[in-house]
Nanobody, 120 residues
Framework: VDLVESGGGLVQAGGSLRLSCAAS????????LSWFRQAPGKDREFVAIISYGNTTKYAESAKGRFTISRDNSRKTIYLQMNDLKFEDTAIYYC???????????????WGPGTQVTVSS
């Protein structure tokens, strides 16, 4: 499946952004879809995952602030990010995999990423 993220940008601390990830190619029904992020000099880290049945899981850093959702009819997943902090600055990637897993190595399709910059 081909994935393309959008919605990144520059936002002040405390602000909000909604990221989108549009999928094309294969149907989404068999995929687990996740958001990861990578800050400069750091490893790519898990942010959130959603199953086709809308079961979700979040990284501790995202709990209470971020919400992942999916619209299967539009073949799109979203990441609503509220109360953004400077440390949320990173490139955000969406990824598709075949299991409910938080390890980036478990995913085989990735988007090119979208930059999120939070100013303090």
């Amino acid at each position: 499946v081909d994935l393309v993220e959008s919605g990144g940008g520059l936002v002040q601390a405390g602000g909000s952004l909604r990221l989108s990830c549009a999928a094309s190619g294969s149907p989404l029904s068999t995929y687990f879809l996740s958001w990861f992020r990578q800050a400069p000099g750091k490893d790519r880290e898990f942010v959130a995952i959603i199953s086709y049945g809308n079961t979700t899981k979040y990284a501790e850093s995202a709990k209470g602030r971020f919400t992942i959702s999916r619209d299967n009819s539009r073949k799109t997943i979203y990441l609503q990010m509220n109360d953004l902090k400077f440390e949320d600055t990173a490139i955000y990637y969406c990824a598709a995999g075949s299991s409910f897993h938080t390890d980036a190595k478990s995913y085989y399709d990735w988007g090119p990423g979208t930059q999120v910059t939070v100013s303090s």
